[in-house]
């Protein structure tokens, strides 16, 4: 009885902390005074599959969606729903002007806090709240076209913790993601259902980022495939989730991604924002950290950019894929340049060194065409028959709009066919001139990473 008190009391200070917060927000500053109308565009979905805690689904489809589009999970705080944090972000607008879908859950009962702190909810698979939401994104994908090779995830506050928790649990579903005011994942653990813990809440909970790295890759038991990339944002004078846990969620996701705890690149984006980057071998920001000085538990701030970073740091803009832009292709691997061998159609295309010429030079389009100009022709990289198999062709063809001449270059530096969701292979890992170059399933290789420019 007393444990349930306590628990209470400390649900009830976060309640009112959190409205002061709000209420202050909202007067001083204006940022959430006015969201977005128009909730009615949502979409409420009564059954999506299996789903042990009972929560809500809203999605949002933009009238300019795109063909198979991306999947971005957007998880709300502790006193939220879905449809308030479609109102009061930036998500669903960007959503409008991006083509992508956006999945607005809301916990159950309404307006309490994501469950990151059960056994359950912290195993891959164990139950709880992940579950359900892992049932919205395959709804998702099964009944609006969702592409399942470009899922996301952001949240603010708890909806932060359960980002970092389903990054954890789901590594093979998520390509990226973004948490907003968060904990690392299983910090907020007390082994019960929506439990509060109030020394990771403080910022007293800091471990190696090994110890870290540990816990998260525990989630998921013998998993050794790709990670998803991680942003993380959080204020200096936060006083609900202390600040000091973006320092522990970098720590984390640095040593489960593989990089250096030592930042690759740090800048000054905007004022008052400072921006650290960690880099992996090859140049891609595999984990992002904004520190918005004397900001509190507000974030992200409707109208200020940080949801357009967030979208752009998982690619969802076309921004970080390169879109509209010119120039070589080139194999990461190799360290050499896809090239197209004949001015014929249906010559399988292969790699060679890095010249310049026009046959080695590709335009990515507003149509996520990948195109070259040979010989006074241009045509688009083609799988070949419409293929969606390992080893497929990869080829030059006439233009003509089809998903399989449409390519997503992806944050991760990996090229992936939108009909077929396989990655551009350098066949059997080869270097040489000549080599050529095919699908397959996405493996985390060098000889699949790519870099357009």
């Given at each position: 009885m007393?444990?349930s008190?306590s628990f209470?009391?400390r649900s009830?200070?976060l309640?009112l902390?959190?409205?002061?917060?709000?209420l202050?927000l909202?007067?001083?500053?204006?940022?959430?005074?006015?969201?977005r109308?128009?909730a009615?565009?949502?979409?409420?979905i009564g059954?999506?599959g299996t789903n042990?805690?009972?929560l809500?689904m809203?999605?949002?489809v933009?009238?300019?969606?795109r063909?198979?589009?991306?999947?971005?999970?957007a998880?709300h705080?502790?006193?939220?729903?879905?449809p308030?944090?479609?109102?009061s972000?930036d998500?669903?607008?960007?959503?409008?002007?991006?083509?992508?879908l956006?999945?607005?859950p809301?916990?159950?009962?309404?307006g309490?806090?994501w469950?990151?702190s059960s056994?359950?909810?912290?195993t891959?698979?164990?139950?709880?709240d992940p579950?359900?939401l892992?049932s919205m994104?395959?709804?998702?994908e099964?009944?609006?076209?969702?592409?399942?090779?470009a899922?996301?995830?952001?949240?603010e506050?708890?909806?932060?913790?359960?980002?970092?928790?389903l990054?954890?649990d789901?590594?093979?579903?998520?390509?990226?993601?973004a948490?907003?005011?968060?904990?690392?994942q299983h910090?907020?653990?007390?082994?019960s259902?929506?439990?509060?813990n109030?020394?990771c809440?403080q910022g007293?909970v800091s471990m190696?980022?090994?110890q870290w790295?540990?816990?998260a890759?525990g989630?998921y038991?013998?998993?050794?495939?790709?990670?998803?990339r991680?942003?993380l944002?959080?204020?200096?004078?936060d006083t609900?989730?202390?600040?000091?846990?973006?320092g522990e969620?970098i720590?984390?996701w640095?040593?489960?991604l593989?990089v250096?705890?030592?930042?690759s690149a740090?800048?000054?984006p905007?004022a008052?924002?400072?921006?650290t980057?960690?880099d992996n071998?090859?140049?891609t920001t595999?984990v992002?950290a904004?520190?918005i000085?004397g900001?509190?538990?507000?974030?992200p701030?409707?109208?200020a950019?940080?949801?357009?970073n967030?979208i752009h740091?998982?690619?969802?803009?076309?921004?970080s894929?390169?879109?509209?832009s010119?120039?070589?292709?080139?194999?990461?691997?190799a360290?050499?340049?896809?090239?197209?061998?004949?001015t014929?159609?249906g010559?399988?295309q292969?790699?060679?060194?890095?010249?310049?010429?026009?046959?080695?030079?590709?335009?990515?389009?507003?149509s996520h065409?990948l195109?070259?100009?040979?010989?006074?022709?241009?045509l688009?990289?083609?799988?070949?028959?419409k293929?969606t198999?390992?080893?497929t062709k990869?080829?030059?063809?006439?233009?003509n709009g089809?998903?399989?001449?449409?390519?997503?270059?992806?944050?991760d530096?990996?090229?992936?066919?939108?009909q077929s969701?396989?990655?551009?292979?350098?066949?059997?890992?080869?270097?040489a001139?000549?080599?050529?170059?095919?699908?397959?399933?996405?493996s985390?290789g060098?000889?699949?990473?790519?870099?357009?420019?």
């Amino acid at each position: 009885m007393s444990r349930s008190r306590s628990f209470l009391s400390r649900s009830l200070l976060l309640r009112l902390l959190g409205t002061v917060a709000a209420l202050l927000l909202a007067a001083g500053l204006g940022l959430q005074a006015a969201p977005r109308a128009a909730a009615a565009s949502l979409i409420r979905i009564g059954s999506f599959g299996t789903n042990p805690t009972g929560l809500q689904m809203q999605l949002y489809v933009p009238a300019n969606v795109r063909a198979n589009p991306p999947i971005l999970l957007a998880l709300h705080g502790c006193q939220g729903t879905g449809p308030y944090l479609y109102s009061s972000t930036d998500f669903g607008a960007l959503a409008d002007q991006y083509g992508f879908l956006v999945v607005y859950p809301s916990t159950n009962p309404s307006g309490s806090c994501w469950d990151v702190s059960s056994d359950q909810a912290l195993t891959r698979g164990g139950g709880s709240d992940p579950v359900g939401l892992m049932s919205m994104i395959t709804y998702t994908e099964q009944h609006y076209g969702g592409n399942a090779n470009a899922v996301y995830v952001t949240g603010e506050s708890s909806g932060g913790m359960m980002t970092n928790v389903l990054l954890a649990d789901y590594p093979d579903v998520f390509k990226a993601g973004a948490a907003f005011m968060g904990v690392p994942q299983h910090c907020f653990r007390t082994g019960s259902v929506r439990g509060w813990n109030g020394p990771c809440a403080q910022g007293q909970v800091s471990m190696t980022p090994q110890q870290w790295g540990n816990l998260a890759r525990g989630a998921y038991p013998g998993y050794t495939g790709p990670r998803p990339r991680v942003q993380l944002w959080h204020g200096t004078a936060d006083t609900i989730l202390s600040y000091r846990n973006l320092g522990e969620e970098i720590k984390q996701w640095t040593d489960v991604l593989g990089v250096s705890q030592t930042p690759s690149a740090t800048d000054t984006p905007a004022a008052n924002w400072t921006r650290t980057r960690y880099d992996n071998g090859v140049g891609t920001t595999q984990v992002e950290a904004y520190s918005i000085a004397g900001a509190g538990h507000e974030l992200p701030v409707q109208g200020a950019g940080m949801a357009a970073n967030a979208i752009h740091f998982m690619g969802l803009d076309g921004g970080s894929s390169g879109g509209g832009s010119t120039g070589p292709l080139r194999a990461v691997g190799a360290g050499k340049c896809l090239t197209d061998p004949s001015t014929a159609a249906g010559a399988q295309q292969q790699i060679a060194g890095c010249t310049g010429a026009a046959d080695r030079t590709w335009t990515r389009t507003a149509s996520h065409q990948l195109t070259v100009t040979v010989g006074g022709s241009t045509l688009c990289l083609d799988a070949s028959a419409k293929g969606t198999a390992n080893g497929t062709k990869v080829i030059g063809w006439p233009c003509n709009g089809q998903p399989n001449q449409q390519w997503n270059v992806n944050p991760d530096g990996t090229v992936t066919g939108v009909q077929s969701g396989l990655c551009l292979d350098v066949a059997g890992l080869g270097t040489a001139d000549g080599t050529p170059v095919q699908l397959w399933s996405c493996s985390g290789g060098s000889n699949q990473q790519w870099k357009l420019g």
